[in-house]
């Protein structure tokens, strides 16, 4: 079972401006590693408009809250980086196109693209990864051992 271990969220949304739009703020702390194999966990809040006892259960506001990384020294591609990058080779083949996610050399000869590519604004149509789920710490840990000089093991 997940658990949550906190979250705030207003009780209820604030009054809609002239154009009919609001905004509300969402937070939450570490979510902890409630799935090991993904960084972190998506949440979504339900909300119901003007209806209160009746709301539309594909009405909802999602987020992901990522696992903060624990620091582990310089990381090193076999503990650090290609269980993280080892992941996306799985879940995006298409990707052996350009780079082997999962291949300590193709890494490393493709580290400027990919660094590039992660460090572009999420809302960037080229961010790396595609699917946004890659978390700060995670993504600082693989910048780090490309700046530390590209260790192996």
Do not use: C
Not at 11 to 21: D, E, M, N, R, V
């Amino acid at each position: 079972s997940i658990v949550h271990r906190s979250a705030s969220f207003p009780a209820a949304a604030p009054p809609t401006g002239a154009s009919g739009k609001t905004s509300f703020e969402l937070s939450a702390s570490d979510s902890g590693d409630p799935r090991r194999f993904i960084d972190g966990q998506l949440y979504g809040v339900a909300y119901a408009r003007g209806r209160p006892g009746n709301p539309d259960p594909w009405d909802f506001v999602s987020g992901p809250v990522h696992t903060d990384s624990i620091d582990s020294g310089t990381p090193t591609w076999n503990d650090d980086v290609e269980p993280v990058l080892g992941r996306y080779k799985k879940l995006y083949p298409f990707m052996l196109n350009f780079v082997d996610l999962g291949s300590y050399r193709s890494v490393e000869d493709n580290a400027a693209a990919i660094q590039r590519a992660s460090a572009l604004p999420m809302a960037d149509p080229a961010h790396m990864p595609v699917t946004r789920d890659l978390s700060d710490s995670k993504r600082r840990m693989i910048f780090d051992r490309f700046a530390a000089g590209m260790p192996e093991g």
